[in-house]
């Protein structure tokens, strides 16, 4: 049974940028391929529930972000490498979370309580200074 992987994560200063990745280890989640889920990126301040950041389809033609990272993140993704990414751009100390991505049970799933515990990646950090 594969599970979910990300990187990417660090100490930035405001302004900067970092990509994140999510690789399906195993090359499937829950016992389905990678490319039959639609992905997103999820964080968690500390003391904070985990919102929603960004969703991707299947085919990567319909990404939805969450208004307070529009215009600056952009999600992505390889099927033929079992990842996904999240670039982020113009970073922000409001930004700072940990970052997950997870593969979402319907193409429309933005809520994390909707989501399998074993569809969910580890975290990856992400410190933005000001």
């Known amino acids: 049974q594969g599970q979910l992987v990300e990187s990417g994560g660090g100490l930035v200063q405001a302004g900067g940028s970092l990509r994140l990745s999510c690789t399906a280890s195993?090359?499937?989640?829950?016992?389905?391929?990678?490319?039959?889920?639609?992905m997103a990126w999820f964080r968690q301040a500390p003391g904070k529930e985990r919102d929603f950041v960004a969703r991707i389809s299947r085919t990567a033609d319909r990404p939805v972000y969450a208004d307070s990272v529009s215009g600056r993140f952009t999600i992505s993704r390889d099927n033929a490498k079992y990842t996904t990414y999240l670039q982020m751009n113009n970073l922000r100390p409001e930004d700072t979370a940990v970052y997950y991505c997870?593969?979402?049970?319907?193409?429309?799933?933005?809520?994390?309580?909707?989501?399998?515990?074993?569809?969910w990646g580890q975290g990856t950090l992400v410190t933005v200074s000001s």
């Open positions: 195993g090359r499937t989640i829950r016992g389905r391929t990678f490319s039959s889920y639609a």
């Open positions: 997870a593969a979402l049970p319907t193409s429309t799933t933005m809520a994390p309580a909707q989501i399998p515990l074993d569809a």
